[in-house]
């Protein structure tokens, strides 16, 4: 078990491209959660998964954002016509929640989006 | 709706001191509260999880404590090194908000040798 892993660790990119970035949690987690990040900030949710459901899903998601995690495995987060204000770093965590949910969440090393 | 800070946002230390990191939180309906780690450019490492019906935890030189009825948290470093420059984060997991936790701003400690 090599804790969570995210690739690419770095994706530099030009106004209105399209960007996926892929998330692999730790294995038998059953949540995973999304993440975002800007320089001075603590880290803002987006969304998170149980198992391959997408439970919740923040107003900071807008419709160029989609993420999916097929067969409750790995996660994908898709931005589409990104824009400057897309640029932050991407983290992903993910957890084995039992109970009521007093997991502790294990994040990844992100991904750093530069938009030109 | 939950806002946590974190006061002070940037400090400074010589090597070997004692410091305290401060953590407040506006709604006391909390399952937990969770200190991490953050090096520059890097994803985050927990440190300490205190449950809501916790007062502290301790992990080696680190100790965390939780008043969850007056939102606050501290977070104790004994002893500082320089390897313990990085930016500290305090998260709070709301109560019947699904799974998601909310972070401060974070404080970004420097230790000198």
């Known amino acids: 078990d090599t804790g969570v892993s995210q690739n690419p660790r770095h994706k530099i990119t030009k106004r209105g491209q399209n960007v996926t970035f892929r998330c692999d949690p730790i294995s038998e987690h059953n949540r995973l959660y999304w993440y975002r990040q800007t320089l001075g900030q603590g880290p803002e949710f987006l969304t998170y998964f149980q198992n391959e459901a997408q439970l919740e899903k923040s107003r900071l998601l807008s419709d160029r954002f989609s993420a999916e995690r097929p067969k409750g495995s790995f996660s994908t987060l898709e931005i589409q016509r990104t824009e400057q204000g897309d640029s932050a770093m991407y983290l992903c965590a993910s957890s084995l929640a039992v109970g009521a949910g007093n997991e502790k969440l294990f994040f990844g090393s992100g991904t750093q989006l530069s938009v030109l | 709706k939950q806002e946590v800070t974190q006061i002070p946002a940037a400090l400074s230390v010589p090597e070997g001191e004692n410091l305290v990191l401060n953590c407040s939180f506006t709604?006391?309906?909390?399952?937990?509260l969770q200190w991490f780690r953050q090096d520059p450019g890097k994803g985050l490492t927990s440190l300490l999880l205190?449950?809501?019906?916790?007062r502290e935890q301790t992990s080696g030189r680190l100790n965390a404590s939780l008043d969850k009825s007056s939102g606050r948290s501290t977070l104790y470093i004994a002893a500082s090194q320089p390897g313990d420059s990085a930016t500290y984060l305090c998260?709070?997991?709301?109560?019947?908000?699904?799974?998601?936790?909310?972070f401060g701003q974070g404080t970004e400690l420097s230790v000198k040798p």
């Open positions: 709604d006391s309906a909390i399952y937990n």
């Open positions: 998260a709070v997991r709301p109560e019947n908000q699904g799974g998601k936790l909310i």
């Open positions: 205190i449950q809501s019906s916790q």
